[in-house]
Structures are given as C-alpha cells and as structure tokens.
C-alpha cells in the first residue's frame, strides 16, 4: 500500500503556521509528514520536526534545488534538523555521499526539472534511464514529480514504478480521487499531498482531509 506523505506546505514552500497546522493534526493515520527547506527559519524547522518525532512520525525534507552548491546546503539542513529522509535535489555524487555518511535516506528528483512549483521535461525513456542510474549510485529511492510532468503523467508513474527497481514516491498535484486511484495503481513507496490539502481539495478540515486519504488509500 502507497504511504500518504504529508507536506506542511502550499505552492512548493513550506506554510507560516506549519507548526500549528501539525499540532492540529498530529494525531491523525498519517504517519509520515514533511516540509520544503524555504518558508520557515532554521530555529522552527529544528522545532516541528521535534515534535513530529516525539509522536512516532517518519519526517521528510524535500528541498527543490537545482545546483550542486543548493543542492547541498539543502542536505546539510536536513541532517541539522534530524530529518529521516531527504527528497528532492538534482542528484550530485556530492549529496549522494553527505546523505550516506549522515545516515538520511536519500529520494532525489529525475528528470529536467525547471522552476517553483517545480515543472518536468524530458522524455519518459529518458526519465526511467536517469532512475536507473541512481539505482547504480545507490539511491534509497526516487523522488518522482510525475504529475508535474509535461507529457503522458499517469504512463509516466506507472512506467517508472516498473521499470526502476526502488522505492517511489510520487511527489507533487495529487489533487483528487482519480490521481488517488492512478496512485494506487502504479504501487509506488509514497506520494505527498500538501497544496490539495490548503485548498481544501478532499473536503473538510485539514485533519479529517488526511483520514479521508488515508482510508481511501487502505480500501
């Protein structure tokens, strides 16, 4: 069963009040809950994922870098503030060797990447062999935006899921219960949900909209 990932944030930055917004919802069915590396200082982002261990959660950077210098400060900043895994990042030998020294679980981005919200190009085939190569570099997994991407999204996910032998998490606009179905479908690791939620996409608060997935992904 794909993992909901929940992201404390809107439009690829991480909210004012994430701290809050947790606080509401920790005791929620997600058990796994992030946030991007712009949008809160240092000091609150050391804070949330402070209490997000305390009550048993797996914790999730996704930094959305694109070179090699910000690339790496990103995974400096995720090791400071005691994340478990790092997500997103163009993938360097650089990072790659930090995230493996520092014990974080490393998803990196495939794809050309451009922008925030981030946006994908590239070929499928293109994308699957870059996945392929991380496997070779020893990747934990891959951090996947397949509905950012500019082209066939849901053959994207599936293809990819398939064909790269490592755990997946499809990252970015799951908005609705057609792309929850899609996402079951592929049988990816995990898939984060943090702008739908904002929006009020899956209707209600934020907490009870996280249960609302979480069932849904169960059935």
Same mark, same amino acid.
């Given at each position: 069963?794909?993992?909901?990932?929940?992201?404390? @944030?809107?439009?690829?930055? @991480?909210?004012?009040?994430?701290?809050?917004?947790f606080s509401q919802c920790k005791d929620t069915k997600a058990k796994y809950w992030g946030f991007k590396e712009a949008g809160l200082d240092r000091n609150s982002?050391?804070?949330?994922?402070?209490?997000?261990? +305390?009550? %048993?959660?797996? @914790?999730?950077?996704?930094?959305? =870098?694109? $070179?090699?210098?910000? !690339?790496? +400060?990103? +995974?400096?900043? !995720?090791?400071? !503030?005691?994340?478990?895994?790092?997500?997103? $990042?163009?993938f360097f030998d650089s990072v790659n060797d930090f995230t493996q020294k520092h014990n974080l679980k490393y998803l990196p981005f495939?794809?050309?990447?451009?922008?925030?919200?981030?946006?994908?190009? %590239?070929?499928?085939?293109?994308?699957?062999?870059e996945g392929k190569q991380c496997v070779r570099k020893g990747v934990?997994?891959?951090?996947?935006?397949g509905y950012r991407f500019v082209g066939d999204c849901v053959r994207l996910n599936s293809e990819f899921v398939r064909q790269v032998?490592?755990?997946?998490?499809? =990252?970015?606009?799951?908005?609705?219960?057609?792309?929850?179905?899609?996402?079951?479908?592929?049988? +990816?690791?995990?898939? $984060?949900?943090?702008?739908a939620f904002f929006e009020n996409r899956f209707n209600g608060t934020f907490a009870e909209q996280i249960d609302k997935v979480v069932e849904f992904i169960a059935n």
């Open positions: 069963m794909s993992e909901l990932i929940v992201m404390l @944030t809107h439009h690829d930055m @991480t909210v004012k009040n994430a701290i809050d917004v982002m050391k804070k949330l994922v402070g209490m997000m261990k +305390a009550v %048993g959660k797996t @914790t999730f950077l996704e930094v959305v =870098a694109y $070179t090699e210098e910000e !690339c790496l +400060a990103g +995974a400096e900043v !995720c090791a400071e !503030c005691g994340f478990d895994f790092l997500m997103g $990042t163009l495939v794809g050309k990447i451009t922008g925030r919200p981030s946006v994908v190009t %590239g070929t499928i085939e293109e994308i699957i062999e934990f997994g891959i951090d996947l935006l032998p490592l755990p997946v998490v499809l =990252a970015g606009s799951v908005d609705s219960y057609r792309r929850l179905e899609e996402v079951k479908a592929t049988g +990816a690791f995990a898939f $984060t949900i943090g702008s």
